[in-house]
T-cell receptor, first 111, second 112 residues
Framework: RKEVEQDPGPFNVPEGATVAFNCTYS??????FFWYRQDCRKEPKLLMS???SGNEDGRFTAQLNRASQYISLLIRDSKLSDSATYLC????????????FGKGTLLTVNP | NAGVTQTPKFQVLKTGQSMTLQCAQD?????MYWYRQDPGMGLRLIYY???????DKGEVPNGYNVSRLNKREFSLRLESAAPSQTSVYFC???????????FGPGTRLTVT
């Protein structure tokens, strides 16, 4: 299994749709989890940190399942401005610190 | 606050030339990072500095050196550039190692 693996995409959805991204990770010792978004030719920007209990920020909901080593991001009521690449990021702590980015999933929201 | 700033934004080098990429943050963060991003490869960590005075290798450190000049600044040096180092380089910072990272706008480097 790859260290961090995301849905390959791309996703094309109409405005107003609900879309879900999935991400799996291989290191069971991973400690921190994040979703970033990256617009074309721009830097990644933090979208959400992912907590064990799951968390919601407006139209965005993130879930973590440690037993299955799985993270998800749900976007409700998609907007044109949600079009971007979504990156799943996993951090392992301890002496062998490592932050691993998934390759990203491209989302295009169409009018 | 400017957040994380990087210079230059673009650079073209010939094989064998050297250069230093500069990064500064004004968020009083302890940890700083350098990444490269290549098509189809995702972001890969080159070096990081967990705190002022320390630096550690990441996933792809060969061909690079870093200096944590002070708490604000973290530079990346290419001593002898190679075409394989053509990439987009991002600097990032976080309050602590493993925390939420904030990225600079990137440097687009081409080595011919």
């Amino acid at each position: 299994r790859k260290e961090v693996e995301q849905d390959p995409g791309p996703f094309n959805v109409p405005e107003g749709a609900t879309v879900a991204f999935n991400c799996t990770y291989s290191n069971s010792a991973s400690q921190s989890f994040f979703w970033y978004r990256q617009d074309c030719r721009k830097e990644p920007k933090l979208l959400m940190s992912v907590y064990s209990s799951g968390n919601e920020d407006g139209r965005f909901t993130a879930q973590l399942n440690r037993a299955s080593q799985y993270i998800s991001l749900l976007i409700r009521d998609s907007k044109l401005s949600d079009s971007a690449t979504y990156l799943c990021v996993v951090s392992s702590g301890g002496s062998n610190y490592k932050l691993t980015f998934g390759k990203g999933t491209l989302l295009t929201v169409n009018p | 606050n400017a957040g994380v700033t990087q210079t230059p934004k673009f650079q073209v080098l010939k094989t064998g030339q050297s250069m230093t990429l500069q990064c500064a943050q004004d968020m009083n963060h302890n940890s700083m990072y350098w990444y490269r991003q290549d098509p189809g490869m995702g972001l890969r960590l080159i070096y990081y500095s967990a705190s002022e005075g320390t630096t550690d290798k990441g996933e792809v450190p060969n061909g690079y050196n870093v200096s944590r000049l002070n708490k604000r600044e973290f530079s990346l040096r290419l001593e002898s550039a190679a075409p394989s180092q053509t990439s987009v380089y991002f600097c990032a910072s976080s309050e602590w190692r493993g925390g939420e990272q904030y990225f600079g706008p990137g440097t687009r480097l081409t080595v011919t």
